[in-house]
C-alpha cells in the first residue's frame, strides 16, 4: 500500500457506503434538435453540481466519469448495460456499476426506471 494513501481517521467495517434516499427532481431536458450547445451546457452544469454532491457524500466518482460516453444526449438518458458502462469506467466489475447507479440514485442524481427489452430470442430486463 502507498503511504499516505488513505484518508486521515478512514477506518473500514465491512459494510457497504450507503445513503439515505432524498427526493429528486427530473432535469427539465431540451428536447428541440437544435438546441445541442444547450444541452452540452446543461450536462456540464449537472456534471459540477453531481461532482460537489459526491465530494460531500464520500463517494466514489468513477461512474460520474462514464457518464458523459454513454450518454445519449438527445433524449437525456442512459441506457448502456452495466457492461457497457463498467469498461467506461475503467473496467471495473459490472455488480459495481449496479451498486452506484443505486447510490446516485439515493443521492437525487440519476431517476432510475426499469423495462424490458428482446435481445434476441430472450427478453431482459433494461435500466434507464
Known amino acids: 500500500m502507498i503511504e499516505g494513501a488513505r484518508r486521515k481517521n478512514q477506518t473500514f467495517v465491512g459494510k457497504r457506503k450507503r445513503h439515505d434516499p432524498v427526493e429528486c427532481l427530473p432535469l427539465l431536458w431540451p428536447r428541440d434538435p437544435k438546441a445541442k450547445r444547450e444541452r452540452l451546457n446543461l450536462f456540464d452544469a449537472w456534471r459540477n453540481i453531481a461532482a460537489q454532491i459526491l465530494d460531500d457524500a464520500k463517494e466514489d466518482f468513477r461512474l460520474l466519469s462514464a457518464v458523459r460516453a454513454v450518454f445519449i444526449f438527445h433524449s437525456g438518458e442512459i441506457v448502456a448495460s452495466n457492461r457497457q458502462i463498467a469498461l467506461e469506467a ?39
Open 90 to 128: 475503467g473496467h471495473c466489475a459490472d455488480k459495481t456499476i449496479t451498486r452506484y447507479v443505486k447510490r446516485y440514485a439515493d443521492l437525487g442524481l440519476f431517476i432510475v426506471s426499469f423495462g424490458n427489452r428482446f435481445d434476441g430470442p430472450q427478453m431482459v430486463r433494461t435500466r434507464t
